[in-house]
Antibody, heavy 122, light 107 residues
Framework: QVQVVQSGAEVKKPGASVRVSCKAS????????LHWVRQAPGQRLEWMGW????????RYSHKFQGRVTITRDTSASTAYMELSSLRSEDTALYYC???????????????WGKGTTVTVSS | DIQMTQSPSSLSASVGDRVTITCRAS??????LNWYQQKAGEAPKLLIY???SLQSGVPLRFSGSGSGTDFTLTISSLQPEDFATYYC?????????FGQGTKLETK
């Protein structure tokens, strides 16, 4: 079945970086983009950026510009999200989600991973 | 950035009730609006895309409407498994943004 499986929980110190992976299966990886969305405790969902898995093009939220890097490895059908200069406010559940779209380019996130908890604490 | 505001933020209802949740965008987004359901401890699940299209496998009691700045999600007859938090999300322009969520609780 179509799914994306994320890597396990991470605990990091302030100032460090974290890399979360998202492995796709059940569909042609390069035919879709992947989003990264995070959710801090008790907060709304927050879009971080996306990657076109076919050509590797990326777009990031300006809030994370300079701190987030999204990459992919097509041979492994896996996307990665790296967030640097971590601070306590980055403690959150990080999701990857597959992008789909209609014929008239209405985009939506139709397949979600279970999320990866990232805790930033000294 | 486009701001998305949902109302109400929380809602108490009973099984069998008709429930409507509203989402307002800070500028016109045509029909670039999606709805998600999130249960405690789970990932969001897509319900409605492009404002009114029902995602495959989602029960017919869920429906969406609206265009421009005002949108609604309606559950025609609430079922026990529908108690969850609902989010709207605009895909008109990046950064994509979500509403603050509407928590649907049992009365």
């Amino acid at each position: 079945q179509v799914q994306v499986v994320q890597s396990g929980a991470e605990v990091k110190k302030p100032g460090a970086s974290v890399r979360v992976s998202c492995k796709a299966s059940g569909y042609t990886f390069t035919n879709y983009a992947l989003h990264w969305v995070r959710q801090a405790p008790g907060q709304r969902l927050e879009w971080m950026g996306w990657i076109d898995a076919g050509n590797g093009n990326t777009r990031y939220s300006h809030k994370f510009q300079g701190r987030v890097t999204i990459t992919r490895d097509t041979s492994a059908s896996t996307a990665y999200m790296e967030l640097s200069s971590l601070r306590s406010e980055d403690t959150a559940l990080y999701y990857c989600a597959r992008d789909s779209y209609t014929r008239d380019y209405h985009y939506y996130m139709d397949v979600w991973g279970k999320g990866t908890t990232v805790t930033v604490s000294s | 950035d486009i701001q998305m505001t949902q109302s109400p933020s929380s809602l108490s209802a009973s099984v069998g009730d008709r429930v409507t949740i509203t989402c307002r965008a800070s500028q016109s987004i045509s029909t670039y609006l999606n709805w998600y359901q999130q249960k405690a401890g789970e990932a969001p699940k897509l319900l409605i895309y492009a404002a009114s299209s029902l995602q495959s496998g989602v029960p017919l009691r869920f429906s969406g409407s609206g265009s421009g700045t005002d949108f609604t999600l309606t559950i025609s007859s609430l079922q026990p498994e529908d108690f969850a938090t609902y989010y709207c999300q605009q895909s008109y322009s990046t950064p994509y943004t979500f509403g603050q969520g509407t928590k649907l609780e049992t009365k």
